[in-house]
């Protein structure tokens, strides 16, 4: 089984800034590794991904810009960079990895999943 592990959670105001880690293991067996969230009342939604193969990346329209995603390989740790946030971006937010090919940004796409990290931004 693959773990993953997050952290770098916390709470900023609006505008801050804050960076995700997540630790994987057996990251040599993935193909994505990425961050969804889940606010309350609200879907589980997909935010970014990497595509550990290559350079690529994929992102939802509403981090476009604001988010990114990047990866150390020699510590096979994913990160999470969110500048510019809003309160809307509070939220659990959950690193994911699987080993298929498919749907970035798909949720069911998904075995791995992590515990979670609270981001809660103020106005």
């Known amino acids: 089984a693959v773990n993953v592990v997050e952290s770098g959670g916390g709470s900023v105001q609006t505008g801050g800034s804050l960076r995700l880690s997540c630790a994987a293991s057996?990251?040599?067996?993935?193909?994505?590794v990425g961050w969804f969230r889940h606010a309350p009342g609200k879907e589980r939604e997909g935010v970014a991904a990497?595509?550990?193969?290559?350079?690529?990346?994929y992102s939802a329209d509403s981090v476009e810009g604001r988010f990114t995603i990047s990866r150390d390989t020699a510590k096979n740790t994913v990160y999470l960079q969110m500048n510019s946030l809003k309160p809307e971006d509070t939220a659990m937010y959950y690193c994911?990895?699987?080993?298929?090919?498919?749907?970035?940004?798909?949720?069911?796409?998904?075995?791995?999943w992590g515990q979670g990290t609270q981001v809660t931004v103020s106005s």
């Open positions: 994911v990895a699987k080993s298929s090919f498919a749907w970035p940004l798909q949720k069911e796409s998904y075995k791995y």
């Open positions: 990497s595509l550990l193969s290559s350079a690529s990346t």
């Open positions: 057996r990251y040599s067996s993935l193909t994505y």
